[in-house]
């Protein structure tokens, strides 16, 4: 049974600067989340897929932030103009209905 | 807003040693999940908990959702070294996908 895979695993960036990261979710699950953790604290809830829609994103994703998940399959978050504030560990979460979710080993992104 | 809270947020104890670690809310769950991150990883999960007053035991591990599914506790006994990590507890509201986090307690078992 393959876990969910996300890629890069670090990414290191200049301020300004776009990033896109990718999950693969667990092949049969048809939900899709994406989390941002900090230093210190647990991971926040960004936005939800239930296979192709996009069915919520947090106020904590700006306009700068977009996710896809174009064939209901894998997804990508992108980052466009990145801040110093951005830095965090982007965590993929898959699952089905009404099961518990599964985290991927997450993308530590470091913005210079 | 729904919080959940737990402590202690650090904890140090001798190998051999039981502890006990608690996650709680003013608002109710569906269901709430504990698991378990080590540093450059995703957390893992342990168990899930429904019942209100349900008790669920993974060896060592025991853990407990309080009767107004507002509350849970984790308890291990026996500590090893290998327990050393970050719990975590996460709420599951009613519809069930978004999950609310606690900050964690950071457990360190010292052989």
């Known amino acids: 049974d393959t876990g969910v895979s996300q890629d890069p695993r670090h990414k290191i960036t200049k301020r300004g600067q776009n990033v896109t990261f990718r999950c693969d979710p667990i092949?049969?699950?048809?939900?899709l989340y994406w989390y941002r953790q900090t230093l210190g604290q647990g991971p926040e809830f960004l936005t939800y897929?239930?296979?192709?829609?996009?069915?919520?994103k947090s106020r904590l994703l700006s306009d700068r932030f977009s996710a896809e998940r174009p064939k209901g399959s894998f997804s990508t978050l992108e980052i466009q103009r990145t801040e110093q504030g951005d830095s965090a560990m982007y965590l993929c979460?898959?699952?089905?209905?009404?099961?518990?979710?599964?985290f991927g080993d997450g993308t530590r992104l470091s913005i210079l | 807003t729904q919080l959940l809270e737990q402590s202690p947020q650090f904890l140090s104890i001798q190998e051999g040693e039981n502890l006990t670690v608690y996650c709680n809310s003013s608002s109710v769950f569906s269901s709430l999940q504990w698991y378990r991150q080590e540093p450059g990883e995703g957390p893992v999960l342990l168990v899930t908990?429904?019942?209100?007053?349900e008790v669920k035991k993974l060896k060592r591990l025991t853990f407990q959702f309080g009767d107004a599914r507002k509350d849970s506790s984790l308890h291990i006994t026996a500590a090893q070294p290998g327990d050393t990590g970050l719990y975590l507890c996460?709420?599951?509201?009613?519809?069930?996908?978004?999950?609310?986090f606690g900050k964690g307690t950071l457990l360190t078992v010292n052989p």
């Open positions: 092949s049969e699950h048809n939900r």
């Open positions: 996460a709420g599951a509201g009613g519809s069930n996908y978004k999950l609310t």
């Open positions: 908990v429904v019942t209100g007053g």
């Open positions: 979460a898959s699952s089905s209905t009404n099961q518990p979710q599964h």
């Open positions: 897929f239930q296979n192709e829609a996009q069915l919520e």
